[in-house]
């Protein structure tokens, strides 16, 4: 019996310094880590020695919880302890290692992590690699991207650009920021034009006339066509030789799924024109053209398509849209105030319009100036994605995801990533599996509240007793 | 090296005269001249503070002008708790270290104000930072307490005085909760915002080292209780300079890029 007991004394001792020998040794690796870099130090921290050290600190607690009774025999020592054994145990469930090791014992095939690419109207499925070039797989359900914009903290901006003196040119224009407030009048450098802001909407949308007529160009090598915008109108072309048909006019278009293209109703905010191009031989190609730009990225068969878009006559609010418009008044001395309405476009930063136009021969002075209104890039307040996902036909989530707001769906969280930079046709968002989530954060719970308990605890007698004794 | 003249900035200046002049009091042995300038510098501090979260419209704790104003005003309230409950003492290091770490608030770090950008819009955000600040000025705290038992002189019958180590124990018992929910905080956070609840970056390595120093100091305190106090005493300060090292070198040089770089 006296050897057993020795036997265990000796035990708790070597398991005592041994948590020390490992909480040195993860002191030492953490500091190295942090000399290496976030890339260098994960590969570290996952390497097969890595792994090893792990096992051992798991295996280490757990002898130290089942034969220490200073541990086991107090609950909060007893639950952080436990505590540190899930978030350790439940961090490696999480690693790619302990995905693999899923995959193998119960078939589980999950991605760690990954990246997608999702365009408007393009539900998808693939997980990219970090390039956002190498498709790693699919998931189970598809993403489609609804809509996508940015927030800002302030209104946008009213900047002047003006051009140098001389013959026209691309370099050299000088732009000055308006500090603009509604209902006063700013004057111009360099005309006799002032501006006046009538007003401003964060959110808004062009109201057009009951019989606005917008336009297609065809543009075949040089050759320009226009067709009008209204269904069934048709054209002719030479080179290349196709016959284009307009099928369909949207008012704002939408898109719900594959092949599923609605125009939604009481909005304006996406017009476009679906087009059906025959070919010689009979085969009949369908492109749609958004006043934004083109659905259809790829072969268009030497021809360029262009959406000529119909004078607004009015601006509304409108919150579904997320892009400002910003009404001035411009006033000359000759001649009566002319309101101007600045429409912010989707998937670009500036909007503007031409306040005084180059005229050299009348007069060298006056040079061309244009009014812009620019989006503040400097104070991005948020960057929303509006998603929905679909698993087996059917819509089954739809959220918003911004940063510090990622969506929880079929064992993955989605996280605004990043987007089209340059036309804001599609985001990126990185997926990342939640395997293991569960042991990380009981474990923080319960080690948490286990170290606040032993910590404070004896504290709070020591407060008690000084109180008492003063 | 820039003066702000600005509102805060004056503020801050007059709080470091008020706190010199503390600094000066305790020691010249006056303890009730020394509490009154530490704790009136301190008030005007807080003043800046709340200043500051009106003019930037949310809890000042982005920056590292932000943050190191809201450490160096935490100091007074500890301090005044740790000295009457926990034994601390030497009241004038104290000041002193609050002082110095107003010398970047007031010298070096850029005031300008920003508004939180997307990473930073969370209910986690104020908690996390906070946590850790009250946290750090603990440990500090019991870092001056583990300084002077250091220089602890044995008694007639050659014993070594012990109240420094004692002092030092309870305070780290203080501070290592918190340590513990700021470190359970960010990882947490880390998951809702960076995709992942540990990144292995440069700042989340270090604070790593750092709750790990006192978790040796502790479980090093269990095994041996106070039998070795230097060694004790000297864990305590490397886990003091881990700490500040956490704080400011990783969020300054260069060379360690990372997820939490953009608090430049």
Redesign the interface.
Known sequence: MRGFVDNVTRLRFILGFASLAIIAALIVLSIVGAFLGPVDAKVMFNSPAMVAFWMLSLVGLIAAVALTPKIYRRPASLAMHIGTILIVAGAMWGSQAGHRVAERLFGVSKFTAGYMVIGYGEPTSVVYDSTLRQAKGQLPFALRLNDFWIEYYGPWELWIDTAPPGPATDEGWVQTRIDWQPGRAVAIAGTDATIEVKHYYDSARPTYPQDAKALVELDAGGTKTLLPAKAGAETKLVNPAVTVTVRRVYRHLSVQAKDVIIDREGSDANPAVELAVTMPDGKVKRHIILETGNMHVGDDDGIAFKYIAQAPTGVVADASTHLPAIELLVRRPNGPPRPVTIFARRGQNVAGFVLQAASPASNPAEREIHVLLFAPARDVKAYKSDITVSQDGQDRVHRVVEVNDPLHYGGYHFYQDSYDQKAQQYTVLSISSDSGLWAVYSGFVLLCAGVFWSSWAPLAGLVWRRRDGH | MAIKYTIIGLLVYATMLIWLLGAAAYLARNARWGNVLFAGGTVILAGAWVFRWVEVGHAPLQNMFEIMLTLAMTMYPLWLFCS???GARGPAANVIIALVLLVPVGFVFPAEPQ?L???L??WLFVPHVAVYMISYAILILACVQAGLQLFARRDASGRLDVSAEQSAH?IV??G??LL??GL?LG??WA????????????KE??S??SF??F??YL??R??YGAKYPRVNSILILIGGVCVILTMIW?NLDRI????HSYAS
Not at chain 2, 191 to 202: L, N, Q, R
Not at chain 2, 256 to 259: D, I, L, N, T
Request: charged letters at 15%; zero cysteines; hydrophobic letters at 55%.
């Open positions: 009457r409950y926990l508004h950008p997307p990473a819009r969370s309870r018992l203080l290592l909760p513990t929910l359970v990882s947490w998951k809702i915002v960076w995709t992942d609840f540990w990144a292995w970056d440069p390595l270090w790593l080292a790990l120093v978790v040796g479980h090093l269990s095994l990783v360690f890029k990372g997820a």
